[in-house]
């Protein structure tokens, strides 16, 4: 099953379902007022973890979660409450999608916000704000317990979070980059065959291959006996300019690892071989 959202002129927040195997269109709804930003799937390549749903982000401020088998309306509905100031969704994923009943959904927004929600308890389970616009975010895996999330961000930051412990107030440990001066990160995204490896790619054409090397406990007990996570560190394992415009989406192969494919504003698509992985 696939599924696209169709941006026709007058006809934003319109999302669009396709049966990809029949070629035939299984439903349309309307249900974002806005422009769709971000969508995400999850569903299809699991067993035993959950409906196969997908979630949307719009501009209109919501993220909306929809199971294709029941047509037409959203099956959850995030917004701002009310009296609270609606603001630009810009991205979405899901994670901690390990069995039928866990279930994330992140999602980042204009103003630097960044929220998780339990869509089992259909819950905020946790919220921060970043300081600057979140253009992407993405779990190390969307089918185990949360274990590391990735989120970019504009002014060329990115920010890792260890999710195995949240402590009550301090929220995830993480570890912020700033180092590159590229503008802005607009996506990041992990490599398949090792979630401790990921790319980054930025506003000046630049992409880097980073990898995240765990402290050697993950978590301690503070002064109140209160549990706190410890952050690891990055490590650069590769960095390249591969065009002269923003590198503004990376998917890597599933089955062969290092292969890549990019596109940018320079409206080029890419094919990357990325060597020397260091997988272990």
């Known amino acids: 099953m696939g599924f696209a959202e169709i941006p026709e002129p007058g006809l934003y927040g319109k999302l669009k379902s396709m ?3 029949r070629s035939s269109q299984v439903y349309i709804t309307k249900e ?7 969508i995400d799937g999850m569903g299809g390549s699991t067993v035993n973890c959950g409906a196969p749903e997908i979630v949307t982000g719009s501009r209109d401020g919501t993220v909306k979660v929809w199971d294709p088998r029941q047509r037409g309306k ?3 509905n995030m917004q ?4 609270e100031t609606r603001r630009d969704c810009w991205c979405v994923c899901f994670g901690n999608s390990f069995n039928d009943a866990e279930r994330i959904v992140l999602a980042g927004y ?4 960044l929220k998780m929600f339990d869509l089992r308890t259909m819950s905020l389970r946790w ?9 992407s975010a993405e779990f190390d895996r969307k089918d185990i317990p949360m274990n590391k999330l990735v989120a970019t961000t504009l002014e060329g930051k990115f920010h890792v979070f260890d999710l195995r412990t949240q402590n009550p107030t301090k929220g995830f440990a993480q570890v912020l980059d700033n180092s590159a001066q590229s503008g802005t990160i607009w996506v ?3 490599l398949p065959q090792n979630r401790d490896i990921f790319v980054t790619c930025a506003g000046n054409g630049q992409v880097t291959l980073w990898k995240y090397e765990y402290p050697e ?4 007990v503070d002064g109140s006996g209160v549990a706190c996570g410890v952050p690891g560190k990055l490590r650069r394992l590769q960095r390249m300019l591969i065009s002269t415009q923003p590198v503004n989406a990376w998917e890597w192969n599933r089955d062969h690892a290092g292969l890549a494919l990019a596109t940018a504003y320079d409206q080029y698509v890419r094919v990357v071989v990325t060597t020397k992985l260091n997988l272990q």
Do not use: F, M, W, Y
Request: glycine fraction near 8%.
């Open 19 to 21: 049966d990809l195997e």
């Open 32 to 38: 974002h007022t806005d422009i769709i930003n971000s």
């Open 74 to 76: 959203p099956v959850a």
């Open 80 to 83: 701002a409450a009310q009296g």
């Open 110 to 113: 204009d103003n630097g916000d």
């Open 127 to 135: 919220e921060c704000n970043l300081k600057n616009g979140v253009c």
């Open 188 to 190: 990041a995204r992990h």
């Open 217 to 220: 406990q993950r978590c301690h």
